[in-house]
């Protein structure tokens, strides 16, 4: 056997060699490193489950210190109690009538909380509705309205508003055990407040929470304490849409906390939320009185140009002129400049069924569905009316019927109510509102710290 063939044959022997004991050392080596690997990668996800779950517990630790903290007082009783005295001061604060407020149903939810509900029913105007909303959310205590029903008496003007609510609120199992809702103390000489800083003094300051600034209640009024020297406070007066006024020795000091998630909430914000009342009618736009005339442009450009629709985008009117030779559409907006065919022209209004444009000098009335060639001239109202009359006598009668739907309307309307129920916002039709606000979900972990202003309205 030469020297190539042994080395051809050597290297057939450690390919059989290669080939049949590569298993047995990927056995001996390289599986039992394999297999502690997946068990230190199962490991390893164990300890990130473990690491997740440690730290929701200690975050719903957190969590739960906080609601403790803003919870009613542990026993159901005692805070039911307490929360209808509050509610009625709140209500009394803001001027309702005819006030009526009894307890509601206790309802345990395991051994975790209990919900207390208050039931409120009375009088008043839509911005005191939009106050009281404002101060209720405001105020730092684990509550919500329930549910709320509001019935109107008319459809014009702004009509005194009969409101039924449940308020709800939490007694936590585990929160501070105490004999009051908020901590009190009284005023030991009579003083008069002002919106510039006045020092007062009052019996003790022991249940207070440290520090400054703080926010409390005399009466009907809310005050700031600006600063603190043992018992002598600087306040001044007239907060969050309340008057000063002067105040006797012994009268009740009430801390009124106010929730940091709504701290920056204004009385205006509340305001604007209920302010359009979906209870009155709002005013019809009369459209202006046109004359009979028709435009004198006739060619074809203008005769074949049509008003297809009237719409609002982002709070702004916008109208569509769509020439139907050419399938073209055009969008314009007030003080847009018209240049079609003979016809020179800027758009000044625009409204649901027509569209205001001057052109040579006068204002003409183009109605939704008709061609630029038909725009009627606009005239004074006197003449307008004057004219109209004469060209169409029935339009007299189709205003007394219009009059007549409108009383019609104004009667259907008295029947409104609106009802709310739960998370920040309102569903309105045209018989009734139902709207729903939560200051969170009953259970406490459902409630967040960054909720947005929800109001049932």
Known sequence: MNRREKILALSATCVVLAWLGLPVLHAWFVAPIEEKQSELDAVNQQLAATTKRLVDVKRAAVDMKEWRRRSLPPNPLDAQRQYQAWLTDLAQLVGFEELKITPGRTMPQGKAYTSVQVLLEGKTKMSRLGEFLYHFYRTDLAHRIAAMNVECPTAEGDPTLTVSLTAEGLAIEGAPQRGYLFPATTLTRDFSSGTSPTEIEVATAADFPAGTPLRVRIGNEYLAVL???????????????????????????????????????TLDDFRRLVGGSPFVKPVPVAPPPAAREEVVRQDDAVKDTYLAASIRRGGQPSAWLHRRSSNETTEIHKQSQLDIGGLHAVVLDIQRDYVVIRHDDSDWRLTMGDSLSTMQKIESAGAGDENASEDNPGDANAAGTNADDNNASNNAASATKADAASSNGAGTDAASTDAASTDGASDPASQQSGTSPGVDS
């Open 227 to 265: 600063e603190r020297d043992g018992n002598r406070w600087t306040v001044e007066g007239g907060r969050d849409a309340t008057s000063p006024g002067r105040h006797a020795k012994g009268d009740s000091v009430e801390l009124a906390p106010v929730w940091p998630a709504y701290a920056d909430f």
